[in-house]
């Protein structure tokens, strides 16, 4: 789980890892990231607008454009102003692989947009977002556009539930054979 390290290569080529295959197309997205408090900082929250694709290994967001550290939270800095020392990064993008992922859920609110919402925990030693601590995640809610908000979550789902079966049948233990 990492967060600004995925960026589009020349023609807006998706950078995958060996082996990774695309399962979606680059869907519109809008990606709110929800940071609990931690010893490294305050409770925040991180917007953008990208795309979203899903492959066989992780979940990985893109963002448009880029904007100041402080537009994406709050208005209240101009564009123009070079962003504060202690500024949190911008969300450029976000990558979620399926061993991070806690919980993938599609929503149906009354009142709001349909949206998936991905709660996950950092990757051991991954220092681009802050660890949450014992019992705390991080939680992405993300609005898909072009109606495929349902499409793309049944793909998380189904690639999790794989990816916790390759886990489990690489953690059984071979049986004992005694020596004679």
Do not use: C
């Not at 454009?65 to 209240?76: E, H, I, M, R, V």
């Not at 949190?88 to 399926?98: A, G, M, Q, R, T």
């Not at 998936?116 to 220092?127: C, K, S």
């Not at 705390?136 to 793309?152: L, R």
């Amino acid at each position: 789980m990492s967060i600004n390290t995925v960026h589009l290569s020349q023609g807006n080529i998706l950078p995958l890892q060996h082996g990774e295959d695309v399962l979606t197309a680059g869907h519109t997205a809008d990606l709110e990231l929800r940071i609990p408090a931690t010893i490294q900082g305050p409770k925040r929250t991180e917007n953008a607008k990208g795309r979203i694709w899903v492959t066989d290994h992780r979940v990985i967001f893109i963002a448009d454009t880029l904007d100041t550290p402080g537009t994406s939270a709050s208005g209240a800095s101009a564009p123009s102003e070079p962003p504060s020392y202690d500024a949190p990064p911008v969300l450029s993008s976000l990558e979620i692989p399926y061993a991070s992922l806690k919980i993938a859920s599609y929503n149906l609110p009354t009142f709001s947009a349909n949206n998936v919402l991905l709660t996950f925990i950092p990757a051991p030693g991954d220092t681009s977002l802050p660890d949450p601590g014992r019992g705390q995640t991080i939680e992405a809610k993300v609005i898909v556009g072009e109606g495929a908000g349902h499409g793309v979550w049944k793909r998380i789902e189904g690639e999790r539930m794989r990816a916790e079966e390759r886990r489990k049948q690489e953690d059984i233990l071979p049986a004992y054979e005694p020596r004679n």
